[in-house]
């Protein structure tokens, strides 16, 4: 089904808009997810909360790509459950202590805060864009939907080892790249 | 919390990006193998010194210096082994007089073998390299000569450099080379020499006596622990001696993509007599790889998952293998000259696994090597006893399959193929007849080179 149809029932308020997204994109989301927290229940459960904020998103959100905005969502959810677990399996330290502050962060971001995060996103698709395609491309398989370095080697019929060069050469390009821009984090 | 910041960022990316990585298949960057196996090698060579002994001796006996080895990294721990290579520079200039060395020592000990030989020169290398580090005046200057550097520091430093980059020890390869030093405990020896050695050279030392028949049950028992098991040379000993290096190498890797059991098939091998032989062969089709076509030959390479290759290369008929090694030059051209190519390889390799023991005294003085084995021989720097060398003795192990000797007991990984050709390019490398092989590590160093003249002789 196309994305606008989805779209059109979250809008509607149809809830087989989550039935459809799942059939389209739910494998992606499951890959993203796992791909952070290589656990399956985990997992299972930020792909459905994904579902979910979709759900309490649209309306007003409106996206011009599903996967992209799904798979964003799916992002979020799993690198803060990433954080919540890391936290609680190395105990009271300052992690949990850390962790458990970070719900006075006031929400959402301060102007300032937001501005300069916008900024690094900007700064890093300006990179992406100056790279060959394959290059861009294998970043964000990588870093993006976290595919490992296995099934990338895999896919384009080379060794792990090869493309852990290739990959580490691209990390070292953004840093310059960043670095050349002032950011500083 | 900066990654943190990162992670984001890059969350927010424009759509574009996402969809264009979504949809967008990764291109082909080696070509693709089709099929997969495993390898082993491995060779253990000695060399012995002699000299007049006094009686009586001092009443040490056993190790006297034991090595810690360099870590080894797991096979997916790409960052810590890329870091060993960064801490550990091995010249260009070193890697070329390894290279140089090689070829020189392989046209004249494979090329002068009949039947199936194979040879490492790293080895070969390493030996003599240790015994440079304890050389004075002309014995010296033979050998560095012989090895390429001029400086006997900058050899040892370079020597070690390249052990910790080539040391590997996970779940699917291993390189391990091991060195030892047996030392007759009559004699006293440098210090220097044995620290040195056992810094750059990874070097354990003992110091024995060679009166007593045991002492070669226990060098021989050194050699197989380190080759695994699969040499277990007789090593024989005189009440002479003074000083064995032993030096082993045991290699253990698989293809990056395994041959297909199902696809190995008898078939013809003929031999250089013009008798023909019946052998298995592993069979695989690439659509997509390089290859190369030189003077009497054609050359491609098979790549083994830790970033080792495997070549081949084989003679054009009515071309021997011996006369493609028959000088350095010709060697260096078969294995690494001629015109590239691109395109579909057939590939048909004889399964074969044998030993080889080789005698490398004649061949060294032959090279060069002469006031090391005699009389006069200068080895000041490890002992102040008159000693010269007398023999060096190399015995290797090689074998190839399609899953592996000792393999499989591991996590497979798997690897896909199939690219679409690129040119109508084509070469064939079946390995029906007698041809050349090479083992090289990642950063090229020549590992084995050898001479398969008949697959079914052990």
Redesign the interface.
């Known amino acids: 089904m196309e994305d606008t149809r989805i779209i059109d029932m979250y809008w509607s308020r149809n809830e087989a808009a989550i039935r459809e997204s799942s059939t389209k994109y739910g494998r992606?989301l499951k890959r993203i997810s796992f791909n952070i927290l290589s656990n399956d229940g985990d997992s299972e459960e930020c792909v459905n909360d994904t579902y979910g904020k979709a759900w309490d998103s649209m309306p007003p959100q409106k996206?011009?790509?599903l996967?992209?905005?799904l798979?964003?969502i799916a992002?979020?959810l799993s690198?803060n459950r990433w954080?919540a677990n890391h936290a609680r399996k190395r105990g009271c330290g300052a992690d949990a202590l850390i962790s458990e502050l970070s719900d006075c962060i006031p929400s959402p971001l301060s102007t300032e805060e937001e501005t300069e995060?916008?900024a690094?996103?900007e700064?890093?698709?300006r990179w992406?864009?100056s790279l060959p395609?394959?290059d861009?491309?294998?970043f964000?398989?990588r870093?993006?939907?976290g595919d490992s370095?296995?099934s990338?080697?895999?896919?384009?019929?080379?060794?792990?080892?090869?493309?852990?060069?290739?990959i580490?050469r691209l990390r070292h390009k953004l840093r310059s790249a960043l670095e050349k821009e002032g950011v500083t984090? | 919390m900066?990654e943190?910041?990162?992670?984001?960022?890059?969350?927010?990316?424009?759509?574009?990006?996402?969809?264009?990585?979504?949809k967008?298949?990764?291109?082909?960057?080696?070509?693709?193998?089709k099929k997969w196996t495993a390898l082993a090698a491995c060779v253990a060579l000695a060399i012995v010194m002699v000299s007049i002994l006094p009686r009586g001796g001092s009443p040490s006996e056993g190790a006297l210096l034991d090595v810690v080895l360099p870590k080894a990294y797991a096979y997916?721990d790409?960052?810590a082994?890329?870091a060993a290579i960064d801490v550990n520079p091995v010249d260009d200039a070193f890697l070329k007089a390894l290279d140089e060395f090689s070829y020189k020592t392989a046209s004249q000990i494979v090329a002068g073998q009949s039947g199936n030989t194979n040879y490492s020169p790293l080895s070969l290398y390493y030996a003599l390299a240790m015994a440079a580090s304890g050389a004075e005046g002309e014995t010296a200057d033979e050998l560095l000569s012989l090895l390429g550097v001029s400086d006997p520091s900058t050899l040892s430093k370079q020597s070690g450099n390249l052990y910790r980059q080539l040391y590997t020890d996970n779940a699917i390869a291993k390189l391990k080379i091991a060195n030892s030093l047996w030392m007759n405990k009559k004699v006293s020896w440098k210090n220097k020499f044995i620290k040195n050695a056992a810094a750059n050279f990874y070097t354990s030392s003992f110091s024995m006596d060679f009166s007593d028949k045991k002492t070669g049950e226990e060098m021989a028992k050194w050699v197989s622990e380190h080759t695994d098991g699969i040499l277990k040379p007789e090593i024989e000993i005189t009440q002479d001696q003074i000083l064995s290096i032993l030096n082993t190498v045991y290699f253990y890797d698989e293809w990056?993509n395994k041959f297909k059991e199902a696809e190995t098939t008898e078939d013809a091998f003929y031999l250089s007599d013009g008798s023909t032989e019946h052998s298995n062969f592993m069979n695989a089709k690439y659509a997509s790889a390089d290859f190369a076509k030189g003077e009497g030959f054609t050359r491609s390479a098979l790549?083994l998952?830790?970033?080792s290759r495997m070549v081949f290369i084989l003679p054009d008929e009515g071309v021997s293998p011996q006369e493609l090694l028959s000088s350095p030059e010709k060697a260096k051209a078969a294995f690494e000259g001629g015109q590239d190519g691109h395109g579909e390889v057939v590939w048909q390799i004889p399964k074969f696994r044998f030993g080889t023991k080789l005698d490398l005294k004649d061949a060294l003085i032959r090279l060069g090597l002469t006031s090391a084995f005699e009389q006069n021989a200068d080895f000041s720097g490890i002992t102040d006893k008159r000693a010269s060398l007398t023999g060096v003795r190399q015995e290797t192990h090689i074998g190839i399959d399609e899953n592996g000797v000792e393999a499989s007991a591991f996590t497979e990984?798997?690897?896909?193929?199939?690219?679409a050709p690129l040119s109508k390019d084509r070469a064939e490398m079946v390995l029906n007849r007698p041809f050349i092989y090479g083992i090289t590590a990642?950063n090229g160093a020549l590992l084995f080179i050898g001479i398969c003249e008949n697959p079914l002789e052990k």
């Open positions: 992606m996206p011009n790509s996967a992209a905005y798979g964003r992002r979020n690198i954080h995060a916008r690094l996103s700064t890093i698709s992406l864009n395609q394959d861009r491309v294998l964000l398989r870093y993006w939907f370095l296995n990338l080697a895999a896919e384009c019929a080379t060794t792990p080892n090869k493309l852990a060069g290739r580490y984090l | 900066k943190k910041k990162l992670f984001d960022a890059l969350t927010n990316i424009p759509d574009e990006l996402v969809e264009e990585a979504r967008t298949k990764l291109k082909p960057t080696v070509r693709p193998w997916d790409f960052g082994k890329q990056v790549s998952k830790n970033d990984i798997l690897y896909a193929g199939g690219a990642p």
